[in-house]
T-cell receptor, first 109, second 114 residues
């Protein structure tokens, strides 16, 4: 399987600013998911967008999916210090997920 | 909430040892997964299981085996540990085989092979 690519690898912003992370993939997908990982912990599921959806919202999170460009973006609005974590996209084939390498987000107070 | 529990947060073993990593989930999920996570490489799938006594190879199964004798428990076995298996190991579960569901992760086992 082929991993997704995430951009940027690292992002540093101030509290209150918006953070945008991008993910690209190479194969056709059933859905694309975003996960968060706090330092030294497991991954936590944030949001899932199906291949026939273009945009989805959950609280301060907005995810877009462009299947023609094979790309997705995660927007975190009004970021908080507690949003500091690594964020991973994962795209879904038939039965398993393929994870990207992640974006490290640092939100400074 | 789904709880996925990995038996050890940190583990140190010696080269050549047989190592068992245990994972238990409490939500009667059918599917379970083992990943390893390495800096710069992200998460890579080692093995997964659709149901009891079923297993499928992931992307990097070499040097590993798995066991799923009960639905709630999925064990990863390093038959003869080597230093290149030093890594963070993450277990996950998912309710059913349909991929339109999230995976739920444990907190990981950081394994060092000396």
């Amino acid at each position: 399987s082929q991993q997704g690519e995430e951009d940027p690898q690292a992002l540093s912003i101030q509290e209150g600013e918006n953070a945008t992370m991008n993910c690209s993939y190479k194969t056709s997908i059933n859905n694309l998911q975003w996960y968060r990982q706090n330092s030294g912990r497991g991954l936590v599921h944030l949001i899932l967008i199906r291949s026939n959806e273009r945009e989805k919202h959950s609280g301060r999170l907005r995810v877009t999916l462009d299947t023609s460009k094979k790309s997705s973006s995660l927007l975190i609005t009004a970021s908080r210090a507690a949003d500091t974590a690594s964020y991973f996209c994962a795209f879904s084939g038939y039965s398993t997920l393929t994870f990207g390498k992640g974006t490290m987000l640092l939100v400074s107070p | 909430d789904v709880k996925v529990t990995q038996s050890s947060r940190y583990l140190v073993k010696r080269t050549g040892e047989k190592v068992f990593l245990e994972c238990v989930q409490d939500m009667d999920h059918e599917n379970m997964f083992w990943y390893r996570q390495d800096p710069g490489l992200g998460l890579r799938l080692i093995y997964f299981s659709y149901d009891v006594k079923m297993k499928e190879k992931g992307d990097i199964p070499e040097g590993y085996s798995v066991s799923r004798e009960k639905k709630e428990r999925f064990s990863l076995i390093l038959e003869s540990a080597s230093t290149n298996q030093t890594s963070m190991y993450l277990c996950a579960s998912r309710a059913t085989v349909t991929t339109n569901q999230p995976q739920h992760f444990g907190d990981g086992t950081r394994l060092s092979i000396l």
